[in-house]
C-alpha cells in the first residue's frame, strides 16, 4: 500500500511543489542524489572511479510539457558528454525518452535521441536508454532499434522484470547482440501488463538473468571497453543479494568469465555489496543522478523501501 502511495505522489504535481520546499525532502533526496550540478556529480564519479566503480550519469527530469524543454534537455545532454569527455571519467550517460520529448512528439524525440548519439560516438561514450512506465515500452524499443538500423551501436535499453512480456524482449534482445540492463521495474502497473507479486518479480528477474548470460556466451560478445563507459551485454541492476549471488552462480555453471558481465546499483544503495563485487573481481556501474528535478525520483526510492522515511524522520529530528 506504501508502495502505491509514494508511486502516487511521484506524479502530483501539487505536493510536489509543498514537498521540495522541506529542507528534510532535499536531506532524504541527497542520500540518492549526487547534487543539483553536474560539477557535483563529477565529483561523485570521481570518487566511485578511484574505488574501482564506474558510473553512468543521469541529469534527472521527465515527462517534459513543452518541445522546447525537451531540446533543452537534450542540448544539455550533449554538453554532459563533453564535459565527461573532458574530465576523463570513467561514466556513461543514461537517459530518459520524456524527458527529451516522447510523449510530445515522437519523431522530435527520434531526432534528439540520433543528435545525443552521434555526439556520444564523437566523445566516445555509450548511452543507455532508462525504461519507464508501460505507455511507453513498446515505443522506447522500437526508437532504441532504430537507432541501431541507424548504425548507433553505442546504445542500450532496460528490461523491467516485472513485465509479463520481458521475456519475450529478452529472447529477442539477446539475439541482437543488445546491451541489456536487467532491473525488476520501478513504476505502478496495473495487474494485465505486470507481475503483482514481488515473489513473481524476483522469480522472472532471475530467469531473464538465465537467459540474458547464457545468449551472452552464445553471442561471442566483445569485452567491456576498457575506459570503463561501454558497458558489457548483460548489466544485472539489483541491489537484492539473492538475485545477485544467482547471476553469479549461472555465471559460473555456464563458465561465463566475471569481466563478461556486469552489476549495476543506485547511487547511495548497498555500498556493501558495490565493494564486495568489486573485491571479487565483477565490474560495478553506479547510477548517479542529478539535478533539481530530484521529486520523482525520490519517491521511486521512497516506494522500493518506505522505511527510508522512518531513518530521514528520525534523523532529523535527532540532530
Ligand atoms: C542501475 C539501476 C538502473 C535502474 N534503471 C531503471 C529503469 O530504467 N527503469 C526502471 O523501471 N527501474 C530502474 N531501476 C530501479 C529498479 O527497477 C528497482 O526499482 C530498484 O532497483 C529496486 O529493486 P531491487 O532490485 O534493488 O530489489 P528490491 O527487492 O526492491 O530490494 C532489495 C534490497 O535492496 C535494498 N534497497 C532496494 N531499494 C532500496 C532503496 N530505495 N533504499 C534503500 N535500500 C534499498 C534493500 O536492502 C532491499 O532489501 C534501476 C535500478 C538500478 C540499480
Known sequence: MLRSMFLSLSRASRVQRTIMRWPLAWRAASRFVAGTQLTEALRVIQDLNTRGINATLDHLGENTTTTDEAAQAAAEIEHILEEIDRS?????????????????????????????????????????????????????????????????????????????????????????????????????????????????VDANFDRLTELLLSGVLAAGAPPLGEDGRTPPIPAIATHDARRVEFAQ???????????????????????????????????????????????????????????????????????
Not at 267 to 277: S, T, V
Request: some cysteine.
Open 88 to 200: 576523463g571519467a570513467r561514466t556513461n550517460v543514461s537517459i530518459k525518452l520524456t524527458q527529451i520529448g516522447l510523449a510530445l512528439d515522437e519523431a522530435m524525440c527520434r531526432e534528439h535521441v540520433a543528435r545525443i548519439l552521434a555526439h556520444a560516438r564523437d566523445c566516445h561514450n555509450f548511452v543507455r536508454i532508462d525504461m519507464e512506465e508501460t505507455a511507453y515500452t513498446e515505443q522506447t524499443l522500437s526508437l532504441y532499434h532504430q537507432m541501431r538500423q541507424r548504425g548507433f551501436d553505442n546504445t542500450g535499453v532496460v528490461i523491467q522484470s516485472y513485465l509479463y512480456r520481458s521475456g519475450f524482449d529478452v529472447s529477442k534482445l539477446v539475439q541482437e547482440h543488445a546491451r541489456v540492463r536487467l532491473v525488476k521495474g520501478a513504476y505502478s502497473e496495473p495487474r494485465d501488463v505486470a507481475y503483482p507479486r514481488k515473489a513473481d
Open 249 to 319: 552462480a549461472h555465471a559460473r555453471r555456464i563458465g561465463l568469465p566475471e569481466r563478461a558481465m556486469e552489476f549495476q546499483m543506485l547511487y547511495g544503495i548497498r555500498r556493501d555489496l558495490q565493494e564486495r563485487l568489486v573485491a571479487a573481481g565483477y565490474p560495478v556501474r553506479v547510477y548517479v543522478p542529478y539535478g533539481t528535478h530530484w521529486y520523482p525520483y525520490l519517491m521511486r526510492r521512497l516506494a522500493e523501501r518506505p522505511a527510508n522515511v522512518w531513518f530521514f524522520v528520525m534523523n532529523y529530528f535527532r540532530r
